[in-house]
């Protein structure tokens, strides 16, 4: 287990450790599969290079700074719109379900090219998939249908092609570069990545902001982009949804801090500590959105650093200073011991936040 910051970054970008989920000894975070092909299931995350760096091309070039930044106008529309829709709803509201949630889902949906009126459908599966209490068998029924939903739209892409990436997978098929099962299996992982992992940020830090009024005030009132993509770094330093640690197995004995890591030992790097190490943050346990926070490790590092960061990035940057500029009498309903948090789940956050206003 690794918990400093310096170690993991280095251990992060080194080529002897494995991410290969089928290697002996790799310490798994939920129960072994039972059934299906576990090696498979999150498509090139749980791959090493060439393979690894072959498959994530392919997907990458849709994260560029450059494409991204030209959604921005979109991701401020659907914010807009999912903020006047909560705003002529009932009071109080979840912050979840009418807002955290379906923007990200949209916005994944429009970048992918999956009809987000099928919302109901990859939300239910992708929550199955990510929690820690579900059953082997029931994680891989929930992966099963999912794949099978991305393999007809990759099929459908192949005769109906559009501007989507799924639309670019099922050409990559079309050209031998991939079977349509790899395609379908990538699919799923940004699927689930691009909704499930933001949509728990945008709740988490809208509540810790509403704990700390100071701060959103800064969020609401500036005019300044930086001082905003400042505040979403500190928040993703601070709050680290990922509580399980990256995973990986050692192929060769490796000297780091005066110890020995042995080949075919699992190596467990947690990042949520890595975020909180004093060595790197002062006073690391304080939120301070005017702190230089870009050193964290929230989206991983190496070859494996999360592909779709810059859109995370780009949706937060956006949601936060809308909701509370829109909303600026923003309250939660409950007391926050009532919140219920998602200590089942691989990917932290909250099952519900009711907020008023």
């Known amino acids: 287990m690794v918990t400093r910051h310096a170690e993991q970054k280095a251990l992060l970008g080194d080529p002897r450790l494995s991410a290969d989920f089928a290697q002996p000894g790799f310490p798994s975070p939920v129960a072994p599969q039972s059934v299906g092909d576990h090696k498979t299931d999150m498509s090139f995350v749980g791959m090493d290079d060439p393979e690894h760096a072959r498959l994530r091309r392919m997907v990458s ?5 450059k494409r991204i930044e030209a959604m921005r106008p979109l991701v401020q529309r659907i914010t807009d719109d999912f903020i006047d829709t ?3 709803g ?30 109901e459908f990859f939300q239910t599966n992708s929550k199955t998939i990510v929690s820690s209490h579900a059953t082997a068998a029931a994680r891989h029924a929930a992966h ?5 939903y991305l393999d007809d739209l990759v099929e459908r892409k192949s005769s109906e092609p559009g501007e989507d990436l799924l639309s670019q997978l099922a050409g990559r098929v079309e050209d031998g570069e991939l079977t349509r099962g790899q395609a379908a299996t990538m699919g799923v992982l940004l699927l689930l990545g691009g ?29 300044n982009p930086r001082v905003i993509a400042n505040a979403v770094e500190e928040l993703l330093r601070y709050l680290s949804i990922v509580h399980l640690g990256r995973r990986r197995t050692a192929l060769e004995d490796i000297e780091v801090a005066g110890q020995t890591i042995k080949a075919g030992d699992g190596v467990i ?20 959105i005017t702190r230089d926070a870009r050193s964290h490790l929230a989206f991983g590092a190496g070859t494996h650093h999360c592909v779709g960061q810059p859109l995370a990035r780009m949706e937060l940057q956006v949601i936060y200073p809308t909701l509370f500029r829109r909303i600026p009498t923003l309250r939660t309903a409950v007391d926050v011991a009532e919140v219920p948090f998602k200590y089942d789940a691989v990917i932290y956050g909250v099952h519900e936040l009711p907020v008023t206003w």
Not at 61 to 65: E, N
Not at 200 to 210: H, K, V
Not at 269 to 286: C, G, K, M, Q, Y
């Open 61 to 65: 070039g849709v994260f560029t700074m």
């Open 86 to 88: 909560m705003l002529a």
């Open 195 to 223: 909704h499930e992992t933001t949509a728990n940020m945008i709740t988490l830090g809208t509540l810790l902001l509403l704990e700390h009024p100071d701060q959103l005030a800064t969020i609401r009132d500036t005019d």
């Open 90 to 119: 009932p009071k109080p509201a979840d912050l979840v379900q009418s807002f955290a949630l379906p923007i990200p889902s949209l916005v994944i949906s429009e970048l992918l090219g999956v009809p987000y009126e099928d919302h």
């Open 144 to 148: 099963t249908h999912l794949a099978e």
């Open 269 to 288: 790097l947690l990042s949520e500590l890595a975020n909180r190490d004093p060595d790197v943050f002062i006073e690391p346990d304080t939120l301070d």
